[in-house]
């Protein structure tokens, strides 16, 4: 567990380096740290969005938001968005196989910065999976671009 969870702070880290507009910093060290706490499913997608937001939090320039979403594919075609840990890592009675997906969007922008697939699914399969992933990233850009809104307008008027 804990090797999943230094894989998820790099992995973060690696994957907001294309975000941040680190020409504006020719000086500056920029330095992305995710500790987590506890994993309840869907690590990966929650850091990716947490660090966004700590990094447009703390005025650093950035490309875009950037959203990030789990799923998971079983072969008896069942589709899990945002699987608790037990659904993502273990091992599962019920359901055998399947897939794993981790996005991360950058929805303003239309791009995606980071994408993995993990076990063995159709390639008709895993493009539904995809789509629903950045489906799925563009409507959470919208609640965390709101909140972000929230807490500007909370800071300007302190």
């Known amino acids: 567990k804990q090797w999943y969870q230094r894989r998820v702070a790099i992995t973060a880290g690696e994957a907001m380096?294309?975000?941040?507009l680190l020409e504006r910093f020719p000086k500056a060290q920029v330095e992305i740290s995710v500790q987590v706490i506890q994993?309840?499913?869907?690590?990966?997608?929650?850091a990716l969005t947490a660090a966004s937001v700590a990094l447009?939090?703390?005025?650093?320039?950035?490309?875009?938001?950037?959203?990030?979403?789990?799923?998971?594919?079983?072969?008896?075609?069942?589709?899990?968005?945002?699987p608790t840990a037990e659904e993502e890592?273990?091992?599962?009675?019920k359901y055998t196989g399947g897939?794993?997906?981790?996005?991360?969007?950058?929805?303003?922008?239309?791009?995606?910065?980071?994408?993995?697939?993990?076990?063995?699914?159709?390639?008709?399969q895993a493009k539904d999976c995809i789509e629903t992933c950045w489906e799925t990233s563009l409507r959470l850009a919208t609640g965390v671009k709101n909140l972000l809104q929230g807490s500007i307008e909370e800071n300007v008027q302190r």
């Open 17 to 20: 380096e294309g975000v941040i």
């Open 39 to 46: 994993d309840d499913g869907s690590a990966l997608a929650l």
């Open 56 to 82: 447009i939090n703390a005025n650093i320039e950035v490309k875009d938001l950037v959203v990030g979403t789990t799923l998971r594919f079983f072969e008896n075609s069942d589709v899990l968005v945002d």
């Open 99 to 124: 897939a794993g997906f981790h996005l991360a969007v950058l929805p303003s922008l239309s791009q995606i910065s980071y994408l993995k697939q993990t076990g063995k699914i159709e390639q008709t």
């Open 89 to 93: 890592y273990g091992p599962f009675s």
